[in-house]
C-alpha cells in the first residue's frame, strides 16, 4: 500500500521560509512525475510545482516562480519544496502528489493526472 508522509509545515513570518518532505513508501518512485499542490481555506485546490526528473523538467505556478524549488532524493524516495520568501498568500494546506506514470508537461499541472496523495501539511504565513 502506498503512502505519502509530508511534514515540515508550520507558522512562518513573511520572508521566511519553510521546506516540505513528502516522503513516499510502499513502492519506488524514481521514474514519476512528483508534484506539490495547495488549498487555501475557501479556495479550489492549485498546482503549486512538478518535476519530471529523467528529462530535468520543473513546472511552477507563476504566483511560486523564483521562490520555491522543487526537488527529489530518490535514494530517500522522498520530494521536496522549499519555499523561500514566503508571503501571507502562501498560506494554505500543501499537498504532494505522485503520479503513476511519467507525465506529459500539458497534464503536469491538473490534480486529476496524479494518483497518490499525501494528508496535506498545514503553512502559515503571517504578516
Known amino acids: 500500500q502506498v503512502q505519502l508522509l509530508e511534514s515540515g509545515g508550520g507558522l512562518v513570518e513573511a520572508g521566511g521560509s519553510l521546506r516540505l518532505s513528502c516522503a513516499a513508501s510502499?513502492?519506488?518512485?524514481?521514474?514519476?512525475?512528483m508534484g506539490w499542490f495547495r488549498q487555501a481555506p475557501g479556495k479550489e485546490r492549485e498546482f503549486v510545482a512538478a518535476g519530471r526528473w529523467q528529462v530535468n523538467t520543473k513546472l511552477y505556478a507563476d504566483s511560486v516562480k523564483g521562490r520555491f524549488t522543487i526537488s527529489r532524493d530518490n535514494a530517500k524516495n522522498t520530494v521536496y519544496l522549499q519555499m523561500n520568501n514566503l508571503k501571507p498568500e502562501d498560506t494554505a494546506v500543501y499537498y504532494c502528489?505522485?503520479?503513476?506514470?511519467?507525465?506529459?508537461?500539458?497534464?503536469?499541472?491538473?490534480?486529476?493526472?496524479?494518483?497518490?496523495w499525501g494528508q496535506g501539511t498545514q503553512v502559515t504565513v503571517s504578516s
Open positions: 502528489a505522485i503520479a503513476e506514470n511519467n507525465l506529459i508537461v500539458s497534464t503536469m499541472r491538473k490534480g486529476s493526472s496524479y494518483r497518490y
Open positions: 510502499g513502492r519506488t518512485f524514481s521514474t514519476t512525475t
